[in-house]
T-cell receptor
């Protein structure tokens, strides 16, 4: 069974540029999560989807971050414009349902210059 | 406290046992997890324990849970160089901590170094 797929794996951009990350969850998993992992820290939840609905986006900085999961499968996380402090690893995870065990993708490492 | 606490570093010799400790925050947390992260990779689920258990064993891994002290530990028997990684403890909170109810809250991770 394929795991959570993320792309790109690495992205280097200049500040003020836009950037987008893509995630394909494990087949059949209804719940999808985006996490931010700063260097030397554990992951912190940005947004959680139940199918197409964003049920918890309280930690998403909505002035520059947006996310969508239009058909309840793949998801895209966007930053516009990027700032230096956005340099981090962006992890996607999925679970069959909310409160079930979460499985993580390999992450996208973003560097903002 | 509000944070999941872990010691940052642990160094052991190959073949020894490793014990990684964690203190979590919510005595009502339902599940406690251990994840492993190798360099440049995502988090790999190692094991988890339900809050009504005090011990779980899975091959070389033993998880101990002390609910009274909100303390969780992961013991790796016969530690190998391939076990070198960062280990994250995570709790699934039951109470509403500023909107984090039901979410996974992670510690900062313990970097395990295994010397040959």
């Amino acid at each position: 069974e394929a795991g959570v797929v993320q792309s790109p794996r690495y992205k280097i951009i200049e500040k003020k540029q836009p950037v987008a990350f893509w995630c394909n969850p494990i087949s059949g998993h209804n719940t999808l999560y985006w996490y931010l992992q700063n260097l030397g820290q554990g992951p912190e939840l940005l947004i959680r989807y139940e199918n197409e609905e964003a049920v918890d986006d309280s930690q998403l900085p909505k002035d520059r971050f947006s996310a969508e999961r239009l058909k309840g499968v793949d998801s895209t996380l966007k930053i516009q414009p990027a700032e230096l402090g956005d340099s981090a690893v962006y992890l996607c995870a999925s679970s069959y349902r909310d409160k079930d065990t979460q499985y993580f993708g390999p992450g996208t490492r973003l560097t903002v210059l | 406290g509000e944070d999941v606490e872990q010691s940052l570093f642990l160094s052991v010799r190959e073949g020894d046992s490793s014990v990684i400790n964690c203190t979590y925050t919510d005595s009502s947390s339902t599940y406690l997890y251990w994840y492993k992260q190798e360099p440049g990779a995502g988090l790999q689920l190692l094991t988890y324990i339900f809050s009504n258990m005090d011990m779980k064993q899975d091959q070389r891994l033993t998880v101990l849970l002390n609910k009274k002290d909100k303390h969780l530990s992961l013991r790796i028997a016969d530690t190998q160089t391939g076990d070198s990684a960062i280990y994250f403890c995570a709790e699934r909170r039951a109470r509403n901590y500023g909107g984090s109810q039901g979410n996974l809250i992670f510690g900062k991770g313990t970097k395990l170094s295994v010397k040959p």
